[in-house]
């Protein structure tokens, strides 16, 4: 949490234009190891795009991604997974036909080899799974309940499960209380702080001043593309942070 | 009054799954035993057991093909013309003098070509639904055929290409007698859909074949090449219609230019019957072979008792809108809102 050493995760100058549309102007982020950093702004400040650059889904413009001291290309989500940045999205990004183990591990399923041929190692699964919810004290009947029996606080969960999976060093999260019963908020920010604590850095965005006091170490605001303010949240209050949204400082 | 609630909720939990799984065998068990009763001397005779099993049987293929693809919620309107086109590229290459051994790949391979076709139309021309790419197909394949046929039937084939749809084996060595042989296509039913059940339920591509059906944001996400597995889907799909158009050549030893005409809509009505759900991500394989039997079974049983086959299309067609009736009700109960 001390901001003197070295950021997890860094990126300088970020600039991104579509076109003519300048969406992001010379952004500069960083994240510590355990550090919750909240990131807000207004519709169109460009929070969505950053989270896009960091991902790997966008390549921006100008400007570079340093990840433990090292300068990083992402050319697709799939050298940002391999690097330890995970994304939880709005959208949640489940299948809800499958169970929720088989959601943790989609795309990276451990296999065993049957002769030549290579089939899903469901044990293995449902082992990794229970273990990986269990130490995120995540509560759930069985690994094995589809995904579109749960309710939006344990999907949610799940998603979050997922992201740290395999041994995420940063994980983004973008609003990840926007569609939850108040009562569920309160698990998904527990879930944040208990991530804290095993030293993953955590990007949130989040249009909530609530999660952002609860959770967040630091908060930052975009306004127009551009940094706009940043401080330590020990050194501001609600009422600024919302003046910074709205382009008030 | 929470405790009760509880269980029942839990009894719930663990009764759908298997309701959700088995609940259609016991639709089909039903069915074999109201027929039984029916036509206690004929139905369940060796004879007609068989005879349901070869009138099936490259049903059987375009079905399973065709639910691959609803799992990934798409549709297939071709494989009937995919078919028929395999079959017309059998038929002249067979006429054409080529060894059987050429013979039997050329309806695989033009199938499989055929599927890709699909595939790839879906995903690089970027068509807003399969629907659209497929129903554009179901014409071009059957126009192919009739162009490369002549518009004319083809017949006689030598007894190897015939082997998969015509062939028996022989059980006297059971000490059974020699009517009571089993017939090859069936055992190629077998082999074809046991392969599948383990390709879609244990394998890493079968497992996103129904993640991209459940959510195709999620598959992207999770690193999934979606127009790949969709490609190898449609592939397949044609592929397994080319070993339809195998099986047909062998029953009916004859290329024709109405072979699998709208077949694609019993294919399709075999796996909503079967429990496949039309919006993706649901169903299972042996659902789809309780749908094909279910259909046969309901053809052969009517015909049987020499019921106008126009009976047949309203009870074929009264099924499957009650079996997506249970569909919407099994929704209603398993999923949250």
Not at chain 1, 143 to 150: R, S, Y
Not at chain 2, 179 to 191: D, G, K, R
Not at chain 2, 197 to 225: E, H, M, V
């Amino acid at each position: 949490m001390s901001s003197t050493s070295n950021p997890l995760l860094e990126a300088k100058g970020i600039t991104k234009y579509f076109g003519t549309i300048t969406a992001l102007e010379n952004v500069n982020l960083k994240v510590h190891a355990g550090e919750c950093l909240g990131v807000v702004g207004d519709n169109g400040a460009g929070k969505s795009t950053l989270m896009k650059v960091l991902s790997g889904l966008y390549k921006p413009s100008a400007g570079s991604l340093f990840f433990q001291g090292k300068e990083k290309i992402l050319e697709s989500p799939r050298d940002s997974q391999n690097l330890g940045l995970e994304m939880v999205y709005q959208d949640l990004a489940l299948a809800g036909n499958l169970p929720i183990g088989e959601n943790i591990f989609l795309g990276r399923e451990p296999t065993k080899n049957l002769g030549f041929i290579k089939l899903l190692d469901f044990n293995k699964i449902k082992e990794l799974t229970n273990a990986h919810l269990d130490k995120l004290k995540i509560n759930v009947k069985s690994a094995d309940q589809k995904v579109e029996e749960l309710s939006g606080g344990q999907r949610q969960a799940v998603a979050i499960a997922r992201s740290t999976a395999f041994n995420a060093k940063v994980v983004i999260m973008d609003e990840p209380t926007a569609a939850l019963a108040i009562k569920e908020v309160g698990k998904v920010l527990d879930l944040i702080n208990s991530l804290k604590k095993t030293g993953v850095g955590v990007i949130v965005i989040s249009h909530r001043m609530d999660d952002i006091f609860t959770v967040c170490d630091r908060v930052m605001a975009l306004f127009q593309g551009t940094n706009f303010a940043e401080a330590s949240l020990s050194n501001t209050s609600r009422d600024e942070v919302i003046g910074w949204i709205m382009g008030k400082k | 009054m929470e405790d009760k609630d509880k269980k029942i909720e839990s009894l719930h939990l663990k009764l759908i799954p298997y309701f959700e799984k088995y609940g259609i065998l016991l639709l089909l068990v039903l069915m074999i035993l109201v027929m039984h009763i029916l036509q206690p001397d004929v139905f369940l005779s060796w004879r007609n057991v068989t005879n349901v099993f070869k009138q099936i049987s490259w049903q059987s293929m375009l079905a399973l093909g065709v639910f691959m693809v609803i799992v990934t919620a798409g549709i297939d309107l071709s494989v009937g013309s995919i078919m028929m086109l395999s079959l017309m590229i059998l038929a002249v290459v067979a006429k054409a003098g080529a060894p059987w051994f050429i013979v039997v790949l050329t309806p695989l391979i033009a199938g499989f070509l055929c599927g890709l076709f699909n595939g790839l139309g879906i995903t690089l021309l970027r068509m807003p639904h399969p629907f659209i790419m497929t129903l554009g197909t179901l014409y071009i394949f059957r126009g192919a055929g009739n162009l490369i046929s002549g518009g004319t039937p083809i017949s006689g084939f030598t007894d190897e290409v015939r082997y998969l749809g015509h062939g028996r084996i022989d059980l006297q060595w059971l000490g059974l007698e020699k009517s009571q042989y089993l017939p090859v296509s069936l055992v190629l039913i077998a082999i074809v859909y046991i392969i599948f059940w383990i390709f879609l339920n244990k394998s890493k591509t079968g497992k996103w074949i129904y993640a991209i059906g459940g959510n195709p944001n999620a598959a992207r996400a999770s690193g999934i090449n979606v127009n790949k597995i969709l490609i190898i889907v449609y592939s397949l799909c044609g592929f397994l219609s080319g070993i339809g158009a195998l099986i047909l050549a062998g029953r009916t030893d004859s290329g024709y230019p109405n072979a699998g005409l709208q077949s694609e809509l019993d294919a399709i009505a075999a796996c909503i019957i079967g429990g496949a759900s039309f919006f993706g991500g649901r169903g299972t394989v042996l659902g789809v072979f309780a749908g094909v039997m279910i259909m046969g079974i309901l053809r052969n049983g009517l015909n049987l008792m020499d019921v106008s086959s126009f009976w047949q299309q309203v009870l074929i067609g009264s099924i499957i809108v009650l079996a997506v009736y249970i569909d919407v009700l099994r929704r209603d109960i398993g999923t949250r809102k």
